[in-house]
């Protein structure tokens, strides 16, 4: 699986959080809590990261990455009862609009759960 050396890691460090802090934080702790662990793990972490939406070479919008690991994984990051279809394809949109392939919605929700997506380059074209 690509970057799966990346993602593994970061998934032990998303449940070594959950599992230090529990539920009930706002993401934003979570979000912070996850950077400390994953610099502590020798990442490079880029926190909202802004990225440009574009259509037809115009910019439409931009959103912003809640982290972007080597580069090469964008996470986003959600502390909701359970993730919807609506979670994963916000994830894929963010793939679709810059030029990584990997992404991890993490919830720190009442139970710890992640989706890994990816959107091959290829299929961007």
């Known amino acids: 699986m690509l970057h ?13 959080v959950y599992n230090t802090l529990g539920y009930g ?3 934003k702790v979570y979000e912070n809590s996850l950077v400390i662990k994953l610099k502590q793990l020798g990442f490079s972490v880029k ?13 439409v919008g931009d959103y912003f990455a809640d982290l972007i690991i080597n580069s090469k994984v964008i996470i986003k990051i959600k502390a909701v ?18 030029n990584m392939e990997v992404g991890l919605l993490l919830n720190f929700g009442k139970k710890p759960e992640f989706k890994r997506a990816i959107f091959s380059n290829e299929r961007k074209k």
Do not use: G, R
């Open 47 to 59: 926190k909202q990261k802004n990225i440009k939406v574009y259509f037809e070479e115009h910019i």
């Open 25 to 27: 934080f706002l993401e």
């Open 4 to 16: 799966e050396d990346i993602t593994e890691k970061i998934l032990a460090a998303f449940f070594n």
């Open 81 to 98: 009862d359970k993730l919807c279809d609506e979670h994963k394809f916000q994830l894929i949109n963010y793939l679709k609009a810059t």
